[in-house]
């Protein structure tokens, strides 16, 4: 079911926001899990900002995890949005009873998730949130059948997400990672065109390189290889 709206999520044991907390995010592109230790205040600033731009249009909110699924995980996920419903334990038939749902997801996550089922005669009123470089209209496609609509990013787990774009339909899409979040700011290194980001969520606002090439067009990211 749903964790009802203003249930609180208090973590008795980070009273000290400066106590070293590990992070377990999965990558938006193979779903593989990857740990980043940081002082927890940091973790709920950097990724409380962007939260509600990418889940403007959500009434509820699912998280597809990697095998390290816990109660703590869902806590932090409802720490960081007070104001949405989180659904516990997704299953395929919970599609068709929460309208305006946002999963959050890797590609590889999403796929996983329908394999063993018939696409519904309409897709569901659901949203994807799906980050990474390994988009591509064969993908959408197949995702579309299930879900109408895609949201789409860019982003590191250092960093959280740093772009971001939401797919209606597959002719939404034209290949890149979106726009960025208003905190951002990127670049490229004028020696490989590799994709620099700058946030003042990490590095002390400082240029990060994620390993990613790439190009802006039309205040977009393009990823062109790794």
Same mark, same amino acid.
Request: contains cysteine; hydrophobic residues 35%.
């Given at each position: 079911?749903?964790i009802?709206?203003?249930?609180?999520?208090?973590?008795?044991?980070?009273?000290?926001?400066?106590?070293?907390?590990?992070?377990?995010?999965s990558?938006?592109?193979?779903?593989?899990?990857?740990?980043?230790?940081?002082?927890?205040?940091?973790?709920?600033?950097?990724?409380?900002?962007? #939260?509600?731009i990418? #889940?403007?249009?959500?009434?509820?909110?699912? #998280?597809?995890?990697?095998? @390290?699924?816990?109660?703590?995980?869902?806590?932090?996920?409802?720490?960081?949005?007070?104001?949405?419903?989180?659904?516990?334990?997704?299953?395929?038939?919970?599609?068709?009873?929460?309208?305006?749902?946002?999963?959050?997801?890797?590609?590889?996550?999403?796929?996983?998730?329908?394999?063993?089922?018939?696409?519904?005669?309409?897709?569901?009123?659901v949203?994807?949130?799906?980050?990474?470089?390994?988009?591509?209209?064969?993908?959408?496609?197949?995702?579309?059948?299930?879900?109408?609509?895609?949201?789409?990013?860019?982003?590191?787990?250092?960093?959280?997400?740093?772009?971001?774009?939401?797919?209606r339909?597959?002719?939404?899409?034209n290949?890149?990672?979106?726009?960025?979040?208003?905190?951002?700011?990127?670049?490229?290194?004028?020696?490989?065109?590799?994709? @620099?980001?700058?946030?003042?969520?990490?590095?002390?606002?400082?240029? #990060?390189?994620?390993?990613?090439?790439?190009?802006?067009?039309?205040?977009?990211?393009?990823?062109?290889?790794?």
């Amino acid at each position: 079911g749903a964790i009802p709206q203003g249930v609180d999520p208090t973590f008795n044991s980070y009273d000290d926001e400066s106590e070293p907390f590990i992070v377990a995010q999965s990558s938006g592109t193979t779903g593989n899990v990857k740990f980043i230790k940081i002082p927890f205040g940091e973790y709920i600033q950097r990724i409380d900002n962007n #939260f509600h731009i990418q #889940f403007e249009e959500a009434k509820y909110a699912a #998280f597809l995890f990697p095998p @390290l699924k816990s109660t703590t995980q869902y806590k932090v996920a409802n720490l960081l949005m007070m104001d949405l419903p989180i659904v516990i334990d997704l299953t395929y038939e919970d599609l068709a009873k929460y309208p305006r749902l946002q999963i959050v997801c890797s590609h590889a996550q999403a796929a996983w998730f329908v394999r063993d089922h018939t696409p519904p005669e309409t897709p569901f009123d659901v949203t994807i949130d799906v980050a990474g470089a390994a988009t591509d209209e064969k993908y959408l496609n197949e995702m579309f059948k299930y879900f109408n609509q895609i949201n789409i990013g860019y982003g590191a787990t250092e960093t959280s997400r740093t772009f971001n774009k939401r797919l209606r339909s597959i002719s939404d899409f034209n290949g890149s990672s979106g726009t960025p979040f208003p905190d951002v700011e990127v670049s490229f290194n004028p020696g490989d065109d590799s994709v @620099l980001i700058k946030t003042p969520r990490a590095f002390n606002n400082e240029w #990060f390189s994620p390993g990613d090439y790439g190009y802006m067009k039309d205040g977009e990211l393009y990823v062109t290889g790794r």
